[in-house]
């Protein structure tokens, strides 16, 4: 007689792309049982928000990714779509499950759904469960000395290196036995899904980023030969290339922040001329990444309500004429043009410019962080809901450890500063490519022969600024020291 077929387990995708360093999926190995590996489409339930073009883009081919890779392990990806909360406890009753195992995720809405289904599922006597496999620290794990929540950064980070020691990275699971779901359960195909864009603007995401966990190693290992030595002096040059550009496979899971932690400590014989101050430069940005996780969790309406709450007052100015030129990159300010193409093409910005195009928007235009929080969503690769939130809120002024209100960036000595020789903006604004850097960071102020020289028209083959840098700079001022002071 043959043996019965055991209880199937069921592992649960979301934002943990990835077989390695995976507790969820490690989880459901142990149980020595079938696994059903699944990832929900889920575009209906409330609160949780839909993914920009550029994510949506990165999720195709992350799920491709992660399919092949559990292929060789023995079983397929399997994509349902609706309702988490429908599809994952009638999957699990309908096939018998045993177990679900998932790794957290951090948004209220999210959260609520999970406890629910965590309810539901063991009201059918099924085990479900959750895991940390996103961050190094659980948000609720750290509180300040007088207890609570923290809002300024590194007494935030003092504690988490304090308390943390991350575990080694676990190996991906060497072979997972596979189940036959019922006809009924009705996975469809990935690109059922629709998540590549219907009109081909993707071609310049494709030539930068292989999404998947190869692709996020691949990008760790290149990191750390090339880019680690230099990284905490260089990483704020618009024109190198010193910083990782992890973020979208962070963001997506497709590597975790353990074995980006366990490698940089680890990394001396492949980044031999990489100084201590280079490793913690790079692990306190995984802190940024942390903490704004932190305050995303105690203040869930990060994206949408002003941390501070002063700031509501604000007198933000409606002028959607100025914000398709912002996020067009038609502002006639070189730097901030150069930026918007580049994150449009490429679904990816420089730190340094993310902060100078986000103050140009926020304070020289007036234009509410909220709009630009949006935009950066849409198309960023790494749009992130802690990251970009705080960030955005973080540069306007009216976040937890935000920069002061009156530093407004301007962005053409920043240009000066950070992009010297100006080879970033002559690849991304070239209709400017002949110009010196000293006329390049302020085309306006160049006499009219060498624009002429250079075969440009302001106003024609490049836009006069929408507005001037000096008094865009004192209606900012203006506008913030009018606020509440408290
Ligand atoms: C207006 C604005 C919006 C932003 N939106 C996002 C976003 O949607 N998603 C996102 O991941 N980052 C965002 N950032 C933070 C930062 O710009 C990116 O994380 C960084 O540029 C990613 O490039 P990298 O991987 O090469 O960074 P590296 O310098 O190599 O840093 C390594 C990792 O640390 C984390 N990190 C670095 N800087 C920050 C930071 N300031 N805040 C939080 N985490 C950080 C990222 O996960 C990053 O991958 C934003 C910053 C600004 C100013």
């Known amino acids: 007689m043959k043996n019965p077929v055991k209880a199937p387990v069921i592992v649960w995708f979301r934002e943990d792309l990835r077989l390695a360093d995976n507790r ?14 699944i990832y929900v489409h889920d575009e209906i339930s409330e609160g949780v928000r839909s993914l920009g073009g550029a994510s949506r883009w990165w999720l195709h081919h992350s799920l491709a990714a992660l399919d092949a890779g559990l292929a060789e392990k023995g079983v397929r990806l399997n994509i349902l779509v609706g ?5 994952v406890p009638r999957l699990a009753r309908d096939i018998g499950a045993t177990l679900v195992t998932w790794s957290r995720r951090y ?3 999210e959260r609520e759904i999970d406890a629910r289904i965590k309810r539901a599922l063991t009201a059918d006597g099924i085990t479900a469960e959750s895991f940390n496999d996103h961050l190094l620290a659980e948000p609720w794990e750290l509180e300040t000395q007088s207890g609570g929540p923290f809002r300024v950064y590194s007494p935030f980070w003092r504690a988490l290196t304090r308390a943390i020691d991350p575990p080694a990275p676990l190996p991906a699971p060497k072979h997972l036995a596979p189940f036959a779901l019922p006809a009924k359960a009705k996975p469809v195909a990935l690109d059922a899904l629709g998540l590549l864009p219907r009109i081909p603007w993707d071609s310049g995401l494709a030539k930068m980023w292989s999404p998947g966990e190869i692709g996020a190693h691949a990008r760790l290992k290149q990191f750390i030969a090339e880019g680690l030595a230099g990284y905490a002096e260089g990483r704020d040059r618009i024109d190198r290339t010193h910083t990782s550009r992890l973020s979208p496979h962070l963001r997506f899971g497709e590597i975790s922040p353990r074995q980006i932690w366990h490698a940089i400590r680890a990394s001396e014989s492949a980044a031999p001329k990489a100084t201590p101050t280079d490793r913690n430069k790079l692990l306190a940005e995984l802190g940024w990444r942390e903490f704004a996780y932190h305050l995303l969790y105690h203040n869930p309406e990060l994206a949408t309500r002003n941390f501070a709450p002063r700031f509501d007052a604000f007198p933000w100015q409606k002028n959607a004429k100025a914000l398709r030129s912002w996020q067009t990159g038609k502002t006639g300010i070189p730097i901030v043009d150069a930026g918007l193409r580049e994150l449009w093409h490429t679904g990816y910005m420089h730190n340094r410019v993310r902060m100078i195009t986000a103050s140009f928007l926020i304070k020289h235009l007036l234009i509410d962080w909220r709009d630009g929080e949006k935009w950066f969503w849409d ?10 939130a705080a960030s955005w809120q973080w540069v306007a002024g009216s976040g937890a450890d935000a920069a002061p209100y009156f530093r407004v960036f301007n962005p053409v000595l920043q240009a000066a500063k950070f992009d010297p020789d100006g080879h970033y903006i002559k690849r991304w604004v070239p209709e ?15 006499p009219p022969m060498v624009l002429s020289a250079a075969g440009i028209t302001l106003g024609k083959t490049y836009p006069m600024p929408i507005v001037s840098l000096d008094q865009g700079r004192e209606r900012a001022l203006a506008a913030y020291a009018a606020l509440p002071k408290t």
């Open 24 to 37: 969820a999926l490690e989880a459901a190995a142990a149980a020595k049982a079938p696994v059903v590996a």
């Open 83 to 87: 309702a988490a909360e429908d599809v």
């Open 107 to 109: 948004g209220l809405a």
């Open 379 to 388: 198309t960023l690769v790494d749009a992130d809901p802690a990251n970009n």
């Open 432 to 446: 400017l490519a002949a110009l010196e850097p000293r006329h390049l960071f302020e085309p306006w102020a160049a």
